[in-house]
């Protein structure tokens, strides 16, 4: 069965789309197609997903990928024949793709040293809380 994937590289990625379209080209059995923020990828389904985890291992943690739901060159989605503008889900990838980065900082590690360590909670003292509300509260 044919698939279609959208490979998605990080921002801060080192990778261009273009390494990525070179290791495409070396795996062969499989169409792809260079973007501006990674490679579309279809072929038989066993074929495609051997391509895209030979195209992660290049960067385990800055390289991602979903599944596509239009194959390359689906005229439903092609902007010449729609007359201009952003494709169909366009602006959600933008968005996924800032998102990235912070995925990629925390398969490495580097978000657990930026969350501070959990305060012990301490019990209220009854007799403070007494002292706060009758400060606030005043005569009621």
């Known amino acids: 069965m044919i698939k279609t994937f959208l490979v998605v590289l990080s921002p801060d990625s080192n990778l261009t789309p273009s390494m990525l379209a070179e290791r495409a080209s070396q795996m062969g059995g499989i169409d792809y197609k260079e973007t501006c923020y990674g490679l579309l990828v279809e072929g038989e389904e066993e074929k495609v997903r051997a391509a895209l985890e030979d195209m992660r291992a290049l960067d385990p943690k800055k390289v991602f990928y979903k599944q596509r739901g239009y194959r390359i060159g689906d005229e439903r989605i092609c902007r010449a024949k729609r007359g201009g503008g952003p494709r169909p889900g366009y602006h959600m990838l933008s968005s996924e793709r800032e998102v990235l ?14 969350i501070p360590p959990e305060r012990p909670k301490a019990k209220l003292d009854v007799e403070r809380l007494r002292r706060v509300i009758e400060e606030e509260g005043g005569e009621d």
């Not at 980065?101 to 930026?114: F, I, M, P, Q, R």
Request: net charge negative.
């Open 101 to 114: 980065k912070n995925v990629s900082k925390a398969l490495e590690g580097e978000a657990e040293e930026k």
